[in-house]
Each structure stands twice: as structure tokens, then as C-alpha cells.
């Protein structure tokens, strides 16, 4: 059976959801116009920028290249649930302190993407680091900021 | 920008994809990251999505046969943490890391990466470089498609308008076999300006049964027999002179800086199939 609208049921950061939404919406439109959640942002739209990474069945995705349709089932967590959980409260407050931060439209984008890296224990040098958030674009930083953060509470979760 | 409507159905057989696609402007959606961004900025505007991914088995990655099959619904996430594919396919792993960045290798798939047939893409020239093979299944049954025929023109394949790629596979790697790989990007993980996915069989200090395999210089994958040859006869230099790519400038790169890249990898390749990397 095809459809151009469909009903969907998810977890979106611990909440069931029930939505009726259009073939066409992208999880990231979902998510902000839909759910009223706006901390994932809309970039590009088209897979380059990573600002609308959220985390779908525990891993990272470029949210505006996904449809809600396909999340149907799915658990999704965004920055709001992943910052309320407190989990990524260590990497928030290295991003203030480094400046790791200016216009802050990359930054939901910037914390999911390295906690995915420091949740795997990859963060074990700066290139590493440097590699793994590549798909992710900060215009206002030049990106060493961010590094030195990632860095930090890769050194300092390491040692706990 | 925004995608044009269309209706979305999920399959949930094979069977039930290659019958939707019969009757309907179709694409199917695997792991939709190249799929979604060109429907997102409104470059195609299919009628139905058809999405597979619920469609059961078509994920392994398995030995078979002295080859290493890696399902089409594969994500490349899995291609890049797969010991089978490591110790049986390393110039596969050695590429994987190249392709787009961690939260879309999360997500797109190695059957969907050949099936779109990207010219500037990796896993394309891998295929090619390594003499693969390509399973399809659609109206009339089964068939296989070896690499070298694979690949007829821009985003253009073998496949027919109600095929779905099900399957890829690769010959498992001997101790005799060298490859070798390297691409040049603007940033990690962007699609190249020029790359090279080669494999050989190393003898003594020759090498024997070159596959040279450019992508980001034409209109397919591109084999360079000439340069091959050249190889196989011992001389880089001879080999940079023999390649007789003629590539299109590009948003990135004009044809001449592209010929020239093209020579600069050819000559870091060898020196990985000649283990001489630096």
C-alpha cells in the first residue's frame, strides 16, 4: 500500500508519539515544525552541513535525509532529550568554556556528533577527532575551538 | 528546499518492490542518502518511494565461495566495522572511511553506493579495481553482472527500470594481492576530486594483473588499461604518461588540474602496491 500521508508511532526522547504526517516531511522538519522541537537546526538540507544530525535507534543521522515516515517504530533522540538526560552536560559546559561556540547554530549538531565519538572511545587524537565531526560545519570558530573541547572531555571522561 | 509530494509504500518482499516499480514513476529508498538530498532540491520528483528497508536479508556479510558477499542493505557503517570485510576485502575497508561522514556512513547503504553509480564515488572504482560482481533480481528472475559491465554511463547501470540490486561480491584476497587506494577531496569525506582504487598481484618486485580504477574523471568509473600496461611492465613514469583519462571540468577542478591529480595518485598508489608506502 502506498500513501501520501501516513500515521506513524515513535519514541522521540522518551515520549510515544503519534503523528499523521506527509510522505515528503523529512524527520528534521518533523521534529521542529511538527514536535515543536527547534534544537535540531536546517542547514543545507541536502546531507553536507550535519546541523540537523539527530540520534535515530542509538545512532547518529543527517535528519533532513530521513522521512518520518521511515522512523515509524523508531526511537529518536535530539539534543533537547540528550541535554535534559544531562548526558552530554561535561561537553556543553567545555564548548562555553573553550568558546568552542559563537553563532551556536552548529552546536546540537557539534554535541551529538562527538558524543557518538567519545561514547565510543574513538576520541584518541585530535586528527581522529578532526575526521569525525568533518561532516559537521561551524562558519564561526574554525573548528580548533572544538577540538580543544572534544579533546578535554575526552581526557577527562578517560580518566574517571 | 522542499520535496516534490510523492507516496511512500514500504515493502516488505522483494517480490512486492519489483511489482511496485512495474506499475508506478518509482525510485527505491535504501539508505537514502544521496536519494533524499536530490528529492530535498527538487533534482528528481519520482511519484512513489519505494522503501526496502524492511525487507529481510539483505544485510549479511558473509564469505561465499572463495568471495566475500556483502548484502545490498548493508550500511556502510557496518561495511567499516566488519572483520569478514577487513581481512577478506582490505581495499574495501581502506575506502570505506572516505565515504561522507560518520552520521551518513550510519545510514546509507553499500548496495544503494553502487546502484546510484556516483562517478566521483569510491565504492563504484573498489568494485571495478577488484573484478566484482553485481546480483540483480527483477520480472524474469535472478542474474549477475560482473563489474566491468556494471557501469554504462552517468548514474546510468545494467539495471533494468524494475531490478533491484540484491547483493555485491568481491574475490576474497590472496597473500599474492596488493591494492592500493587514495583519493583527493576538498574536505574528509566530500566526494573526490579525483581518486584511484587499484589492486594487483604482487610477483616478486612486479606487479601482474594491474586494475586501475579512477573515479571523478569521466562519466563512470574508469579502468585505465593503457596505464595498466605500463604498470605491469614496472615504470611509473611510463604508466603517468600512458593514462588517457579525459575527464570534464568540474565545480572543483578543471580537466587539466584533474589529469595531473590523476598522475600524482597513480604514483602514491604504486608505491602502496609496491609496499613502499610513505
Redesign the interface.
Known amino acids: 500500500m502506498s500513501a501520501h500521508v501516513l500515521d506513524i508511532v515513535l519514541s522521540v526522547n522518551g515520549d510515544a508519539v503519534h503523528e499523521r504526517v506527509d510522505a515528503r516531511k523529512t524527520l528534521v522538519d518533523f521534529l521542529r515544525d511538527d514536535l515543536g522541537l527547534t534544537g535540531s537546526h536546517v542547514g543545507c538540507e541536502h546531507g553536507v552541513c550535519g546541523a540537523c544530525t539527530v540520534r535515530v535507534n542509538g545512532e547518529i543521522v543527517r535528519g533532513c535525509l530521513m522521512l518520518a515516515a521511515q522512523c515509524d517504530g523508531a526511537k529518536i533522540e535530539t539534543i533537547e532529550g540528550v541535554s535534559d538526560s544531562g548526558a552530554v552536560a561535561d561537553l556543553q559546559d567545555a564548548f562555553e568554556k573553550r568558546n568552542a561556540l559563537q553563532c551556536g547554530f552548529c552546536t546540537p549538531g557539534m554535541i551529538l556528533t562527538a558524543q557518538e565519538l567519545l561514547t565510543n572511545g574513538g576520541a584518541t587524537d585530535r586528527d581522529t577527532i578532526r575526521e569525525h565531526i568533518s561532516g559537521n560545519y561551524c562558519r564561526c570558530t574554525g573548528y580548533h575551538a572544538i577540538v580543544d573541547a572534544i579533546e578535554a572531555i575526552a581526557q577527562t571522561r578517560g580518566n574517571k | 528546499?522542499?520535496?516534490?509530494?510523492?507516496?511512500?509504500?514500504k515493502a516488505r518482499s522483494l517480490d512486492e518492490a519489483i511489482a511496485?516499480m512495474g506499475e508506478?514513476d518509482a525510485r527505491l529508498?535504501a539508505g537514502?542518502?544521496s536519494l533524499?538530498?536530490t528529492?530535498?532540491?527538487r533534482l528528481s520528483a519520482p511519484e512513489?518511494?519505494i522503501?526496502i528497508?524492511g525487507i529481510g536479508g539483505l544485510d549479511g556479510i558473509a564469505l561465499k565461495d572463495g568471495m566475500v558477499e556483502i548484502g545490498a542493505l548493508a550500511r556502510h557503517?557496518a561495511v567499516e566495522r566488519s572483520d569478514t570485510v577487513a581481512k577478506h576485502a582490505p581495499l574495501i575497508a581502506r575506502a570505506m572511511?572516505h565515504i561522507?561522514?560518520?552520521?551518513?556512513r550510519?545510514?546509507g547503504t553499500f548496495g544503494g553506493s553502487i546502484a546510484f553509480a556516483d562517478p566521483a564515488a569510491e565504492l563504484p572504482a573498489c568494485l571495478l579495481a577488484l573484478g566484482g560482481e553485481i546480483d540483480a533480481i527483477g520480472p524474469k528472475g535472478k542474474r549477475t553482472i560482473e563489474a566491468d559491465d556494471f557501469f554504462k554511463g552517468l548514474f546510468e547501470t545494467a539495471l533494468g527500470p524494475q531490478d533491484v540490486l540484491t547483493a555485491v561480491r568481491v574475490p576474497t584476497a590472496t597473500n599474492g594481492m596488493r591494492f592500493g587506494f587514495a583519493e583527493l577531496a576538498r574536505?574528509?569525506?566530500d566526494y573526490a576530486i579525483v581518486g584511484l582504487a587499484a589492486a594487483a598481484k604482487a610477483d616478486g618486485k612486479k606487479l601482474g594483473d594491474v586494475r586501475l580504477a579512477f573515479f571523478g574523471v569521466g562519466e563512470t568509473p574508469i579502468r585505465a588499461n593503457k596505464a595498466e600496461a605500463a604498470l605491469a611492465q614496472g615504470n611509473v613514469d611510463n604508466a603517468v604518461a600512458a593514462l588517457d583519462l579525459d575527464p570534464s571540468d568540474d565545480a572543483q577542478a578543471t580537466a587539466a588540474v584533474k589529469k595531473h591529480l590523476a598522475g600524482v595518485l597513480l604514483r602514491r598508489v604504486t608505491a602502496q602496491l609496491l609496499g613502499r608506502e610513505q
Request: avoid cysteine; charged fraction near 10%.
Open positions: 528546499m522542499k520535496p516534490a509530494p510523492f507516496a511512500y509504500a511496485l508506478n529508498l537514502g542518502q533524499i538530498a528529492l530535498n532540491m512513489l518511494l522503501d528497508n557503517a572511511p561522507a561522514h560518520p552520521a551518513i550510519n545510514r574536505r574528509h569525506g
